[in-house]
């Protein structure tokens, strides 16, 4: 009897439309703020300690451009919105580049 409830459990998880979205994204975020040495590594460990974060690459700023976070997360655990939110209450205000 609990094989069955298992099985059937399994399966309505393996089946729910929310199993079937969740998938891992990448999103590319410009920086402000982050011109120094030492501000890409304190923007890449506040955006790697979001929960469902997978990977985070921060290029440090150059004199032609700013910082930019390329951040792969899982989206059934977090979001765009959440990962700006870590990078603005750290001190780096942060938005998602445009396509």
Do not use: W
Not at 6 to 28: D, Q
Not at 33 to 55: D, F, H, M, Q, Y
Not at 71 to 95: E, F, K, M, R
């Amino acid at each position: 009897m609990f094989r069955r409830i298992l099985a059937a459990t399994a399966l309505i998880a393996l089946l729910s439309p929310f199993a079937a979205e969740a998938a891992e994204r990448t999103v590319v975020l410009n920086v402000d703020n982050a011109t120094c040495e030492l501000c890409a590594p304190i923007v890449k460990k506040t955006l790697s300690r979001v929960s469902g974060v997978k990977a985070v690459v921060v290029q440090e700023a150059s004199a032609n451009a700013g910082a930019v976070a390329t951040v792969t997360y899982d989206d059934a655990v977090t979001n765009v919105a959440n990962l700006i939110t870590a990078s603005t209450n750290a001190g780096y205000p942060a938005h998602a580049r445009k396509s």
